[in-house]
């Protein structure tokens, strides 16, 4: 789950907002329960800065105070326990490039460790990009390369496909910049997260549609479909406000009912158990073995003892 949009406002270093309100503000007070009952269930949160109304990534990278607010950020994530945080470069912040957005990646790693998720969310169309972005001075192909490099790797892309000419109307758009990636080296499909407008913008069965048909097509341990990602949650399609889970379980449900799904999509307990009795016979045999081992090692011990005890007494007998 990404939390949005989180946004810093120039000249305050005390606070950080969430979209219209500082975080810590009594209006979010159900949202943090939700994201804390979340976690404990399983889920992942990470939270998304920047966005169309800029968000401050720009005052990360090039403004004075940038170690301030860098902080400020920081101490958000880890008061709220978030797990990763997601660039989504756009609008005032269009004067990010390669190297700050770099050595900003790089500052993550270093306070949060590894385990720590760092995505971005470029146009789709970014993407197959060799000069800079619509949005700003990125080369996304080259900053991963970069990122990869300098041991810090974008762990993968929330690709918006719309606002663009990209779009996932159909599977053509997506397989494009999968094969540039394979072309250039860079990136493969899981890295690539399909982002739509959840409601209006796409068709949904027609969004179900090219789901299916990229889950069907990305189907190997190395090249499986990276997923979606869905803009915004509340009003999601096909029953709006009063059932906004539907388009989630919907996407769920296209993907695993694909053809050749690969098995990290969905592993349930009766693959486990299925695992588990395919194993027990050769652990049972194993523990035979280990019981017989026993045995001739305690004969080979008791021997070695037994001619231990001989030749002790022999030498004994020539010296009286």
Not at 87 to 113: H, M, P, W, Y
Request: charged share 20%.
């Amino acid at each position: 789950m990404i939390l949005c949009t989180l946004h810093i406002h120039s000249g305050n270093f005390d606070q950080l907002w969430l979209n219209d309100n500082p975080y810590s503000d009594a209006v979010f007070d159900d949202l943090w329960k939700q994201v804390e009952d979340f976690q404990q269930a399983g889920g992942v949160v990470t939270a998304m800065i920047g966005g169309a109304s800029g968000g401050g990534i720009s005052m990360l990278e090039f403004d004075q105070n940038k170690d301030k607010y860098f902080d400020l950020v920081c101490k958000f994530l880890r008061e709220k326990k978030m797990q990763g945080i997601d660039l989504d470069i756009e609008s005032n912040d269009n004067a990010c490039d390669n190297e700050n957005t770099l050595k900003l990646i790089q500052r993550f790693r270093q306070v949060f460790g590894s385990t720590f998720i760092v995505t971005m969310a470029p146009m789709a169309g970014d993407m197959t990009l060799t000069s800079g972005s619509a949005f700003s001075r990125i080369n996304y192909p080259t900053l991963y390369k970069q990122s990869v490099e300098a041991k810090c790797p974008i762990d993968w892309f929330n690709c918006q496909f719309y606002n663009t000419y990209y779009t996932m109307n159909s599977p053509n758009d997506y397989n494009r910049i999968i094969t540039f990636g394979l072309k250039s080296k860079t990136f493969s499909a899981w890295q690539i997260v399909a982002g739509v407008i959840t409601t209006g913008v796409i068709d949904y069965k027609t969004f179900n549609k090219s789901v299916k048909s990229l889950t069907a097509t990305h189907s190997t341990t190395l090249d499986y479909f990276g997923g979606v990602m869905g803009w915004e949650y509340f009003d999601s399609d096909p029953s709006g406000t009063s059932a906004p889970q539907e388009w989630t379980r919907g996407v769920r449900k296209t993907m695993n009912e694909a053809k050749n799904v690969p098995a990290r999509i969905d592993v349930g307990q009766s693959f486990i158990a299925s695992v588990q009795s395919m194993v027990a016979p050769f652990q049972a045999r194993r523990e035979d073995i280990l019981y017989h081992r026993a045995i001739v090692f305690s004969l080979l011990l008791n021997l070695l003892v037994f001619f231990w005890m001989t030749h002790r007494a022999s030498v004994s007998g020539d010296t009286h």
